[in-house]
């Protein structure tokens, strides 16, 4: 079983950068793709960036450029910079564990792990 431990989340000032990190208890495989999600209060959960096997990047329109996604042997990791109120969310990362797609900064996938999430505000 795989538990996944979002962190780095917090508030900040428009304009500042944020950390977001999320580290994998248990075994994740490589074969598919990882992601972060967020969800506004009163809004979908929508995919913000994803990263897919051969490490190629996918991001939401609303965050190119601003936000950029990575992973190493220690987790998955989202830089967030040059924030902007709309932004302010619960950040989610997500590791599928079967077959996986990226669309426009989406991971998609049918199975799969989710961690709890990370508050970020944005003021």
């Known amino acids: 079983h795989v538990q996944l431990v979002e962190s780095g989340g917090g508030s900040v000032q428009a304009g500042g950068s944020l950390r977001l990190s999320c580290a994998a208890s248990?075994?994740?495989?490589?074969?598919?793709?990882m992601g972060w999600f967020r969800q506004g209060s009163g809004k979908e959960r929508d995919g913000v960036a994803a990263?897919?096997?051969?490490?190629s990047t996918s991001y939401a329109d609303s965050v190119k450029g601003r936000f950029t996604v990575s992973k190493d042997s220690g987790g998955l990791y989202l830089q967030m910079d040059s924030l902007k109120p709309e932004d302010t969310a619960m950040y989610y990362c997500a590791v599928a564990s079967g077959p996986s797609r990226v669309d426009t900064g989406t991971c998609l996938f049918l199975d799969g792990y989710w961690g709890q999430g990370t508050q970020v505000t944005v003021s």
């Open positions: 990263i897919d096997s051969d490490g």
């Open positions: 248990g075994y994740v495989s490589n074969r598919y793709c």
